[in-house]
């Protein structure tokens, strides 16, 4: 209880608001409920600290990655959001299987099986899928009575101008020494673009005066089909990978080794179970957060006491129903602003770390790793089996995996006996 002073308190409410602006973004995008997210990301990172013996500095956020599969199953004929979420209990699970694998395989072997030539690519789709969503967001697709109002240009000019507010934010204020607001892009943009959007008169005021300022989150249940599941759990083989990644680079900024201590079996259980629970409540999946390491990267504040302040902030915001149907209210085309950003930056950070590690594009092996896994995430294939269907981030995903291990099994098996 010593650690629970007016100062970590108070870095705990700044970063719940560091996190809010993405976590809140992907209920936005799918139709999910806000406070039910809030929630489950509450309850999730609390999960998370204690699977993981309270040593990771980690907010789980909703994943970005469960986006496509999320609206594919909801708008398929006869499809719903609890379709949906059946799939996402389920690709919670498999990450506990993975993680059991992971106990008994150790950290060395991993690093062979998914070498940044083909986390980087996988990082890279998870954006570059997303991408057509965000457009659609930002020229009011979704939103005919906009449109009817203000135009298609209207809208892109709303979009247009949250994106400019974030980039902004992101680069002005830490250019002249202010950390802690360059630190919310995303956030700023949000309400920025929301003022912008009230000025011009396209926002619904309707859903605020009927919330009360009490209550409980709109839970719901999940539903079981093997639709949901041939469509969303091969999405977990992604976003393991990402999390993966996101230990090791939280690590890396710490200057902790979480791979070895706790253990990745132990984060990628702690990741599993949140994201389990999330959806059987109705909520989306949780992950370990890119933005949960920029922000501890930017801050220097390491301690996982904070996290879990800003964890609870998060449960007691679930519960005003007038402060999350505000966010309801949010315009499409300043959705689709940020995303832009944020969709694009997810791809960055798949750049980025293969530039980071180094990777050879003059190798051919690479080279076709790469090209294999891009063409298969972003060209429409579908891998069909009955009503089992493996498509888009999941193909790409065992793809890449296994043409790794086929054309370089006699580099891994060197490099295994070697370590």
């Known amino acids: 209880m010593k650690e629970l002073n007016g100062k970590n308190v108070v870095l705990g409410l700044q970063h719940t608001?560091?996190?809010?602006?993405?976590?809140?973004?992907?209920?936005?995008?799918?139709?999910?409920?806000?406070?039910?997210?809030?929630?489950?990301?509450?309850?999730?990172?609390?999960?998370?600290?204690?699977?993981?013996?309270?040593?990771?500095?980690?907010?789980?956020?909703?994943?970005?990655?469960?986006?496509?599969?999320?609206?594919?199953?909801?708008?398929?004929?006869g499809g719903s959001l609890p379709e949906a979420l059946g799939g996402i209990v389920v690709a919670g699970l498999l990450y506990i299987v993975v993680a059991v694998i992971f106990k008994y395989m150790g950290s060395d072997t991993i690093h062979l099986i998914l070498p940044p030539h083909v986390t980087g690519p996988m990082i890279v789709l998870i954006g570059l899928i997303l991408a057509p969503v965000a457009i659609n967001n930002a020229n009011g697709t979704y939103a005919a009575g906009i449109v009817e109002k203000i135009g298609v240009n209207g809208c892109w000019g709303v979009a247009l101008f949250t994106f400019a507010v974030a980039v902004f934010v992101k680069i002005y204020f830490a250019k002249i020494g202010k950390k802690l607001i360059?630190?919310?892009?995303?956030?700023?943009?949000?309400?920025?673009?929301?003022?912008?959007?009230?000025?011009?008169?396209?926002?619904?005021?309707?859903?605020?005066?009927?919330?009360?300022?009490?209550?409980?989150?709109?839970?719901?249940?999940?539903?079981?089909?093997?639709?949901?599941?041939?469509?969303?759990?091969?999405?977990?083989?992604?976003?393991?990978?990402?999390?993966?990644?996101?230990?090791?680079?939280?690590?890396?900024?710490?200057?902790?080794?979480?791979?070895?201590?706790?253990?990745?079996?132990?984060?990628?259980?702690?990741?599993?179970?949140?994201?389990?629970?999330?959806?059987?409540?109705?909520?989306?999946?949780?992950?370990?957060?890119?933005?949960?390491?920029?922000?501890?990267?930017?801050?220097?504040?390491?301690?996982?006491?904070?996290?879990?302040?800003?964890?609870?902030?998060?449960?007691?915001?679930?519960?005003?129903?007038?402060?999350?149907?505000?966010?309801?209210?949010?315009?499409?085309?300043?959705?689709?602003?940020?995303s832009i950003l944020l969709f694009g930056m997810i791809s960055s950070i798949g750049i980025k770390n293969m530039v980071d590690y180094k990777v050879d594009f003059t190798n051919p092996k690479i080279l076709m790793i790469t090209a294999a896994m891009l063409v298969l995430g972003l060209g429409g294939a579908k891998f069909v089996i009955g009503n089992f269907q493996l498509s888009g981030l999941g193909l790409a995903a065992i793809v890449g995996i296994l043409l790794n291990i086929i054309l370089n099994f006699g580099e891994m098996k060197k490099k295994a006996i070697i370590e």
């Open 17 to 77: 608001f560091v996190m809010f602006g993405a976590t809140v973004l992907v209920p936005l995008i799918t139709g999910l409920d806000v406070g039910v997210t809030l929630f489950a990301a509450g309850i999730g990172t609390l999960l998370f600290h204690i699977v993981t013996k309270f040593q990771v500095p980690v907010f789980l956020g909703s994943s970005f990655a469960f986006i496509p599969g999320i609206i594919a199953v909801a708008t398929a004929q």
């Open 182 to 338: 360059s630190m919310l892009p995303v956030l700023l943009a949000l309400i920025f673009g929301y003022i912008f959007a009230i000025i011009l008169g396209i926002v619904d005021f309707t859903p605020i005066k009927e919330a009360a300022w009490f209550g409980l989150p709109r839970f719901s249940l999940p539903v079981f089909s093997t639709r949901s599941l041939s469509i969303i759990v091969p999405i977990a083989i992604v976003t393991i990978v990402e999390h993966f990644g996101d230990v090791l680079a939280i690590g890396n900024v710490t200057g902790n080794d979480f791979i070895k201590k706790p253990g990745i079996h132990r984060t990628l259980i702690g990741d599993g179970l949140a994201t389990t629970l999330s959806a059987m409540i109705g909520g989306p999946a949780n992950t370990t957060y890119s933005e949960n390491t920029g922000a501890v990267a930017l801050t220097g504040i390491y301690n996982p006491v904070i996290m879990r302040i800003a964890a609870i902030f998060a449960i007691i915001l679930s519960f005003i129903p007038k402060f999350t149907s505000i966010i309801t209210t949010i315009p499409d085309p300043v959705i689709g602003g940020i």
